[in-house]
């Protein structure tokens, strides 16, 4: 069961019969609702939700008549600590009270409180008002709780991306071609064809010799993606009007800054989590142990490898982060085919340095690679944006006994990783076209 959690929306009141009529609201709109008993005579939940609740419904009261304001926010405010989730993201509050003295004491408490997210919108409406008029109700929570333009727009993202799963899901388990009489026959064939889908495209994902369960998991789920995407881009290729009215106030904000750039470029194109397996696009830190003395260059001679002046190269080589990347194919280490681990050596660089070094992507040497602006805690001199350079002429392999006493800090992700295989073939096998060319005139 575990598999089916996950809520849009909380309900928190100590009286079941108040919280029905918002509950039926939503519900009649075909949005889930998970409603929490408060009470004296309860035991408080102890298991947040997990992160993605986007509105929180909450009683003031909550039948505790305790004497002030202070008192009941922040006893609510215990309580909301125990289903919502610090890392719960962006949510909408609306808050059941008559007295807007409670509302103001609600917004300063929670956003000194470090246990729980702050909202990005907070409301207060009076039950007595709303209880009986579901229509009233309703629009006056659209009314409301639509009013940040961004969020929005995101909302109607994560719920195409959930109808998106489904349609894929759904498609996949309709490739069925049952002559069964009965439903149990019929459970027995649709086990086994979705099972045998499923099983098709794992081995296409990461070849016919996939045995380990770990990596034909990770090879479904690769190639659903591409699936995933067709659906979403078919379900949000014209968005609704009021998402159309979002992005006319979001086209007026300003300029992102840079480090929020490099911060979403890090979360498209490098994991520092889930690095205990030995996998292509592992980032190793260069080991300078004296046993590994003379296979590997030494720190400053690999950071030379990529400074324009060599004269930097002391200085250089102190705020840099000299790490091996594996480019082995995907599929030899899913099939466990992996004999000798392939290595390119490279820098991590911090950008601001970037006149420091010779630039691939400017009409630089070719056997550079770069991948730049990316923001990193992890297996760097300190947290900062980075650039990651890597050289086709520094290309090593290493055992696989001797690459386990190797440990990985950081990994690329998919897309970058097979641009850098990519770009590394090419260069490998020099493609181009062999032309002669008049000598450029100098002046």
């Given at each position: 069961?575990?598999?089916?959690r996950?809520?849009?929306?909380?309900v928190?009141?100590?009286?079941?019969?108040?919280a029905e009529?918002i509950?039926?609201?939503l519900?009649?709109?075909?949005i889930?609702?998970?409603?929490?008993?408060?009470s004296?005579?309860?035991?408080?939940?102890?298991n947040?939700c997990?992160?993605?609740?986007r509105?929180?419904?909450?009683?003031?009261?909550?039948?505790?008549?305790?004497?002030?304001?202070?008192?009941?926010?922040?006893?609510?405010?215990?309580?909301?600590?125990?289903i919502i989730a610090?890392?719960?993201?962006p949510?909408?509050?609306?808050?059941?009270?008559?007295?807007?003295?409670?509302?103001?004491?609600?917004?300063?408490?929670?956003?000194?409180?470090?246990?729980?997210?702050?909202?990005v919108?907070?409301v207060?409406?009076?039950?007595?008002?709303?209880?009986?008029?579901?229509?009233?109700?309703?629009?006056?929570l659209?009314?409301?709780?639509?009013?940040?333009?961004?969020?929005?727009?995101?909302?109607?993202?994560?719920e195409?991306?959930?109808?998106?799963?489904?349609e894929?899901?759904?498609?996949?388990?309709?490739?069925?071609?049952s002559?069964?009489t009965?439903?149990?026959?019929?459970?027995?064939?649709?086990?086994?064809?979705?099972?045998?889908?499923?099983?098709?495209?794992?081995?296409?994902?990461?070849?016919?010799?996939?045995?380990?369960?770990?990596?034909?998991?990770?090879?479904?789920?690769?190639?659903?993606?591409?699936?995933?995407?067709?659906r979403?881009?078919?379900?949000?290729?014209?968005?609704?009007?009021?998402?159309?009215e979002?992005?006319?106030e979001?086209?007026?904000?300003?300029d992102?800054?840079?480090?929020?750039r490099a911060?979403?470029?890090?979360m498209?194109?490098v994991?520092?989590?889930?690095?205990?397996?030995e996998w292509?696009?592992?980032?190793?830190?260069?080991?300078?142990?004296?046993?590994?003395?003379?296979?590997?260059?030494?720190?400053?001679?690999?950071?030379?490898?990529?400074?324009?002046?060599?004269?930097?190269?002391?200085?250089?080589?102190?705020s840099?982060?000299?790490?091996?990347?594996e480019?082995?194919?995907?599929?030899?280490?899913?099939?466990?085919?992996v004999?000798?681990f392939?290595l390119?050596?490279g820098?991590?660089?911090?950008?601001?340095e970037?006149?420091?070094f010779?630039?691939p992507?400017?009409k630089?040497?070719?056997?550079?690679?770069?991948?730049?602006?990316?923001h990193?805690s992890?297996?760097?001199?300190?947290p900062?944006?980075?650039?990651?350079?890597?050289?086709?002429r520094?290309?090593y392999?290493?055992?696989k006994?001797?690459?386990?006493?190797?440990?990985?800090?950081?990994r690329?992700?998919t897309?970058a990783?097979?641009a850098?295989?990519?770009?590394?073939?090419?260069?490998?096998?020099?493609?181009g076209?062999?032309?002669?060319?008049?000598?450029?005139k100098?002046s």
């Amino acid at each position: 069961m575990e598999y089916l959690r996950g809520c849009r929306v909380i309900v928190i009141d100590d009286k079941p019969e108040e919280a029905e009529p918002i509950i039926r609201t939503l519900s009649l709109r075909g949005i889930p609702v998970a409603y929490f008993k408060i009470s004296s005579e309860d035991d408080p939940p102890k298991n947040p939700c997990p992160p993605g609740v986007r509105l929180a419904i909450l009683d003031i009261e909550l039948g505790l008549n305790l004497p002030g304001k202070e008192e009941r926010v922040g006893y609510l405010l215990q309580m909301l600590a125990q289903i919502i989730a610090k890392e719960n993201g962006p949510y909408m509050v609306v808050l059941w009270t008559k007295y807007p003295g409670d509302k103001q004491t609600f917004d300063e408490q929670i956003f000194r409180e470090d246990s729980l997210p702050n909202p990005v919108v907070s409301v207060m409406l009076e039950k007595s008002k709303y209880e009986d008029d579901l229509v009233a109700l309703g629009a006056k929570l659209d009314e409301e709780l639509t009013k940040v333009a961004c969020l929005r727009v995101l909302q109607f993202w994560e719920e195409a991306s959930f109808s998106a799963a489904s349609e894929v899901t759904n498609r996949l388990c309709e490739i069925l071609d049952s002559k069964a009489t009965n439903l149990q026959e019929w459970v027995r064939e649709w086990n086994t064809e979705v099972s045998q889908v499923i099983r098709a495209m794992a081995h296409e994902g990461y070849g016919e010799g996939l045995t380990e369960p770990r990596s034909a998991s990770a090879a479904l789920y690769a190639s659903l993606n591409p699936l995933h995407g067709d659906r979403l881009e078919n379900l949000t290729g014209d968005p609704p009007q009021p998402v159309v009215e979002s992005w006319a106030e979001i086209l007026k904000a300003g300029d992102c800054q840079d480090e929020k750039r490099a911060r979403i470029n890090t979360m498209m194109h490098v994991a520092e989590e889930s690095l205990g397996r030995e996998w292509t696009g592992n980032i190793y830190p260069l080991p300078e142990d004296e046993k590994w003395e003379g296979y590997f260059p030494g720190r400053v001679e690999l950071v030379g490898e990529f400074l324009g002046d060599r004269q930097n190269m002391e200085a250089a080589s102190k705020s840099c982060t000299p790490v091996l990347v594996e480019i082995s194919p995907i599929c030899d280490h899913a099939q466990a085919k992996v004999r000798v681990f392939r290595l390119l050596g490279g820098i991590l660089a911090p950008t601001e340095e970037y006149k420091l070094f010779k630039q691939p992507q400017r009409k630089g040497p070719e056997f550079l690679w770069k991948l730049e602006r990316l923001h990193l805690s992890k297996g760097v001199t300190a947290p900062g944006v980075f650039d990651l350079y890597l050289s086709a002429r520094l290309l090593y392999s290493l055992s696989k006994e001797r690459s386990r006493e190797l440990t990985p800090t950081l990994r690329l992700r998919t897309q970058a990783c097979t641009a850098l295989q990519a770009w590394f073939s090419a260069h490998a096998a020099r493609v181009g076209l062999f032309l002669l060319r008049p000598r450029e005139k100098t002046s």
